[in-house]
């Protein structure tokens, strides 16, 4: 096994601050689905915004510069090519993309917000995302 140089070292170590906030948003999102009533908009955004943090921390353990957009589709076209074995769950997360906005103020929606099965559905989704990304980085 050949020891990974100490750039791509450093370059997923600052790969691993963005997993991290997206692990606080996964913990936010869970813990908004499991009040009762379930706080499903608030889960939807968190969704969302944990999917956008592992991309961009896959970007960064890339050396790729992290564009300033919320576009899940956008920013899954940047990693796609350097993680091609992560294309079918980013296709999986990246209808999170609707819920940056509309979950997050009155008026956007005419009347429809995030399911709350669809939300329970995305969570699952960004964990295993969470899981696949972070197999990926050399070992600790």
Known sequence: ??????????????????FAKADEDICVAEM????????????????????E????GLLVAAAVKVPRLHDLEALAALAVP???????????????SAWIART??????????AELGEVAEMLVSVKAF??????????A
């Not at 020891?3 to 963005?18: K, S």
């Not at 943090?53 to 961009?56: E, F, G, N, R």
């Not at 969470?130 to 197999?135: D, H, I, K, L, T």
């Open 1 to 18: 096994m050949s020891v990974p140089d100490p750039q791509t070292c450093r370059q997923w170590a600052e790969a691993g601050q963005w």
């Open 32 to 51: 908004a689905l499991e009040r009762e009533p379930p706080l499903i908009d608030p889960a939807a955004f968190h969704c969302q915004q944990a999917a």
């Open 53 to 56: 943090k592992i991309i961009k």
């Open 82 to 96: 350097l993680y091609p074995d992560l294309a079918p769950i980013m296709d999986d997360v990246a209808p999170a």
């Open 104 to 113: 997050r103020y009155p008026g956007l929606t005419d009347g429809i917000g």
């Open 130 to 139: 969470r899981r696949e990304a972070a197999a990926l980085g050399p070992p």
